[in-house]
């Protein structure tokens, strides 16, 4: 008689595992995500075996070489930027981000680039057919004599795909519409996206083949399904911006070959995205000249300054409680450094409104952007302009001191680049490196002497 196979119960938002249903998940909170799910055979598991039949096998750590790990360019150097130099082959990359965005025309267009420098690419698609891909690669102009297009969700198909042709990367768009045979769940659940992504992980590893995963991202904004998938691969990348507005931020939050937080832009145009080459720029160039509510800062995205403009608006309270409100910015830093302001500084801001962004659509969320924050409030608080020439670096202590940073050369570099006379710097920075000669530093200690010398006090 054969064995009756068991079921189990799986949490869909965490991938908490149960014997029995319940209405909310011990696990992370979640109320009705308890799914059933046919337990699989775990004697039914493969070693990690090479299309030439090659298995992997314990080798003693000085019998192993190791050498630099080649990096393929495209040629969106932004791109390259963000992955650390270029593509890894054997690497695994998940990319996430809204829908509409623009995930998998960034896709096309990294796989006809790949394509033209000599790689055979491909392109397994679970949600469009072969005729709706070729319509938007001829609208990007992408063509190629090695580049194969497959419409197929079952991954048993795809890995004998896979073996066959044989290529150098391979595009799964997306995860969530990959399904496993032997795993009796439905499709985009954690168990068939945890099966999939290991057996892709084997198919890269093994085979030094180059995987792109494009994920869907919950109304949080993180990759849905479990969370160690984000562990599992190599590289996590997050596709962000307004699919109303033609700016895309692609933005590294893992990489284990290169810098996390690193940050690409792009612009969305017609004929598909287009690097954007000085975002700095592009940040400041809307900047009104005499407004009041504006600081510069030079904030590290990465291994890259970017210059962004840091907005104020201060105005008295109607309601009994004053209200706080950031975009792009941490609401808990906003709320500190004002404490620091009415404390240290001798402004009243407890009976006032406060609403500040980052313009441009960028999110900032490192220390040195403190100082930048403090004098913009200050600066709509007094009906005060700071001069369109001034830039403002610095971590801001409780006590009102202005603590060193990292980078000050690469950010005062940036600055002097892009026509800044004067920087506004911890003085604790000052000295050890050369700062060009065009450019004025002022090193400040408190912030009160910060607000002297930027808006022309005794």
């Known amino acids: ?17 149960t014997p029995k249903w319940m209405g909310r998940c011990p696990s992370c909170g979640a109320w009705n995500q308890m799914m059933e799910e046919m337990e699989t055979d775990k004697n039914d598991r ?22 630099k790990e080649p990096r393929v360019k495209t040629k969106l150097g932004e791109l390259n930027r963000v992955l650390g130099g270029g593509v890894v082959p054997g690497s695994l990359v998940l990319i996430g981000g809204d829908p509409g965005i623009g995930k998998s025309t960034l896709l096309l267009q990294v796989s006809a680039q790949l394509n033209q420098v000599g790689g055979r690419v491909l392109y397994v698609s679970g949600e469009e057919s072969a005729s709706q891909i070729k319509m938007r690669a001829d609208r990007l102009e992408v063509k190629g004599s090695d580049f194969f297009i497959y419409p197929e969700t079952d991954m048993a198909a795809i890995r004998q795909t896979i073996e066959d042709i044989k290529p150098d990367y391979v595009i799964i768009d997306s995860i969530q519409t990959m399904s496993q045979p032997d795993v009796q769940s439905v499709v985009g659940s954690v168990s068939q996206v945890r099966e999939s992504t290991a057996d892709l992980m084997k198919i890269a590893k093994s085979n030094n083949i180059a995987i792109f995963i494009v994920g869907h991202v919950t109304k949080e904004g993180a990759i849905a399904g479990p969370r160690m998938l984000e562990h599992m691969v190599d590289t996590v990348l997050y596709f962000e911006g307004d699919r109303h507005h033609t700016f895309r931020i692609l933005r590294a939050v893992k990489n284990r070959f290169g810098s996390t937080n690193e940050i690409g832009i792009f612009e969305m145009r017609d004929g598909g995205l287009i690097e954007v080459l000085n975002p700095s720029e592009l940040f400041l160039e809307e900047r009104l000249a005499g407004a009041t509510g504006s600081a510069i800062v030079a904030a590290m995205e990465g291994t890259r300054p970017i210059l962004v403009e840091v907005q104020s608006l201060i105005t008295p309270t109607v309601f009994g ?26 402004m009243l801001l407890q009976n006032q409104d406060a609403y500040l962004k980052a313009a441009g659509g960028v999110k900032l969320d490192e220390p040195a952007i403190d100082l930048a924050i403090a004098v913009s409030i200050a600066s709509s608080y007094r009906e005060k302009e700071t001069k369109s020439t001034d830039c403002f670096i610095g971590e801001i202590g409780l006590t009102g001191e202005i603590r060193r940073v990292s980078r000050i050369d690469q950010r005062v570099q940036e600055a002097a680049k892009l026509g800044f006379t004067r920087m506004f710097i911890p003085k604790n920075n000052i000295g050890g490196w050369t700062f060009p000669k065009e450019i004025e530093i002022v090193g400040v200690t408190t912030i009160a002497d910060t607000l002297r010398k930027a808006f022309g006090e005794n």
């Open 321 to 346: 409680n004053a209200k706080r409100t950031a975009s792009g910015l941490d609401h808990n830093r906003v709320s500190l450094i004002m404490a620091v302001l009415e404390k240290r500084a001798g």
């Open 46 to 67: 493969r070693s990690r075996v090479s299309m030439s039949g090659k298995a992997a096998k314990a080798e003693a750590i000085q019998d192993i070489t190791v050498s």
């Open 1 to 17: 008689m054969a064995k009756k196979k068991s079921t189990k119960f799986v949490c869909q938002a965490c991938g908490y595992e």
